[in-house]
T-cell receptor
Framework: AQSVAQPEDQVNVAEGNPLTVKCTYS??????LFWYVQYPNRGLQFLLKYITGDNLVKGSYGFEAEFNKSQTSFHLKKPSALVSDSALYFC????????????FGAGTRLFVKA | DGGITQSPKYLFRKEGQNVTLSCEQN?????MYWYRQDPGQGLRLIYYSQIVNDFQKGDIAEGYSVSREKKESFPLTVTSAQKNPTAFYLC?????????????FGQGTRLTVV
């Protein structure tokens, strides 16, 4: 069965420092991985995705994510955090065996302190 | 501008009432989805529609109903059979249903039972 785990409910980082939001997954087929961000009382916004190819994927707002097949991970990273990056981040996975279903993690709240 | 519009933003329901949440998209997307978001639980799929006049139940369809009479519209009715309807509801769409495509989300409707 498909599953996504975001092991940290909250990540705290100082502005200007690098940030990492962790995600691990489990699927039967080839994984297609996504990161979304949600600001308070808003819908989710797509940040980036891994489909195939280069393990380092670059996305919106300076975010990037590294796909690691052996560790079944897809951690979200940013070299220098901004206060405006404070939000709720969701990792999601799809694969061919799951059909139309996208499985979302429970979310990780990122708090960037000035 | 293209996008997904959900209305209303806030909705209050009395016990025993049915209420309908609106979702309209002008992205020309074939696939549309309804998710429910509860704190700490990520997003759970309620219903999914791949084409007009066709839809499928998601993981938590009990107490909900949908219709897809037009490509642009995918309204969700929360019936009195839904015992715990207070939640944040998100509508999304995607280009077809390829596993590689990301979803576009509306701004959400917060439903509260009073």
């Amino acid at each position: 069965a498909q599953s996504v785990a975001q092991p940290e409910d909250q990540v705290n980082v100082a502005e200007g420092n690098p940030l990492t939001v962790k995600c691990t997954y489990s699927v039967s087929g080839n994984p297609y991985l996504f990161w979304y961000v949600q600001y308070p009382n808003r819908g989710l916004q797509f940040l980036l995705k891994y489909i195939t190819g280069d393990n380092l994927v670059k996305g919106s707002y300076g975010f990037e994510a590294e796909f690691n097949k052996s560790q079944t991970s897809f951690h979200l990273k940013k070299p220098s955090a901004l206060v405006s990056d404070s939000a709720l981040y969701f990792c999601a996975v799809r694969d061919e065996t799951g059909g139309f279903k996208t499985i979302f993690g429970a979310g990780t709240r990122l708090f960037v302190k000035a | 501008d293209g996008g997904i519009t959900q209305s209303p933003k806030y909705l209050f329901r009395k016990e025993g009432q049915n209420v309908t949440l609106s979702c309209e998209q002008n992205l020309n997307h074939d696939a549309m989805y309804w998710y429910r978001q509860d704190p700490g639980q990520g997003l759970r799929l309620i219903y999914y529609s791949q084409i007009v006049n066709d839809f499928q139940k998601g993981d938590i369809a009990e107490g909900y109903s949908v219709s897809r009479e037009k490509k642009e519209s995918f309204p969700l009715t929360v019936t009195s059979a839904q015992k715990n309807p207070t939640a944040f509801y998100l509508c999304a769409s995607s280009i077809g249903d390829r596993v590689t495509t990301e979803a576009f989300f509306g701004q959400g409707t917060r439903l509260t039972v009073v």
